[in-house]
């Protein structure tokens, strides 16, 4: 029988999910892609029709990409999301 190699280079690369600040909806950790730092919104912070636990105002057009539906994912995992994506963290 031959010896089968697996790769460590995912198949198929799943493309994280982008999306401006308005649109955010679910829960997770999220990097701004124009700054690089890292957003942790526990389903907590989105509740409809409760105030926001983060705003941000900006003249310039800002988007996040979700690194994981974890809030709480470890930093060294989103860093590492982020250079698989080719995402610059700032974290």
């Known amino acids: 029988m031959a010896k089968q190699e697996t ?3 995912s198949a198929h690369r799943v493309k994280l999910p982008e ?5 955010l909806t679910e829960p997770g ?3 701004e ?12 912070a ?10 941000k105002e900006s003249h310039g057009a800002s988007r996040l ?7 709480y994912v470890t930093t060294m ?3 590492l999301l982020c ?3 080719n995402i610059e963290p700032n974290f």
């Open 65 to 71: 990409v979700q690194v994981s539906k974890d809030p």
């Open 77 to 79: 995992k989103a860093r």
């Open 19 to 23: 999306m401006d600040w308005e649109d």
């Open 7 to 9: 790769s460590i280079e």
């Open 46 to 55: 989105l509740i409809q029709g409760g105030s926001p636990l983060v705003t």
């Open 33 to 44: 892609i124009g700054t690089g730092d890292l957003y942790r919104f526990p389903k907590e």
């Open 83 to 85: 250079a698989q994506h």
């Open 29 to 31: 950790a999220y990097v």
